[in-house]
Nanobody, 128 residues
């Protein structure tokens, strides 16, 4: 079992930055690939970014590529999402998730159904 707790959300103006954190507890954090997903009001939850268990591979949705950076610190059992140049369309609840998938298939690691453990989410609101 893995417990995930997100933090760092808030209200920011367009063009600003936020860093989300996801602290994990439970089973060995370094065994899990980690992902960030988001859900805007009235929309389906969507993939944002993912990172392999080692941190050696990262994956991004086209909508955030070049603006967001995912990273992890296995010593601290934490994964981060640095969000720069935020836009109003980035407004959503952001969820952290963990998967024991150890491969490198982008189609697998970017798919919600690959993830077994989920946090409760943190709200990010970007004002125009």
């Amino acid at each position: 079992q893995v417990q995930l707790v997100e933090s760092g959300g808030g209200l920011v103006q367009a063009g600003g930055s936020l860093r989300l954190s996801c602290a994990a507890s439970g089973r060995t954090f370094s065994r899990y690939a980690m992902g960030w997903f988001r859900q805007a009001p009235g929309k389906e939850r969507e993939f944002v970014a993912a990172i392999s268990w080692s941190g050696g591979s990262t994956y991004y949705a086209n909508s955030v590529k070049g603006r967001f950076t995912i990273s992890r610190d296995n010593a601290k059992n934490t994964v981060y999402l640095q969000m720069n140049s935020l836009k109003p369309e980035d407004t959503a609840v952001y969820y952290c998730a963990a998967t024991d998938y150890s491969g490198s298939s982008p189609s697998t690691i970017t798919t919600q159904t690959s993830y077994r453990y989920w946090g409760q989410g943190t709200q990010v609101t970007v004002s125009s």
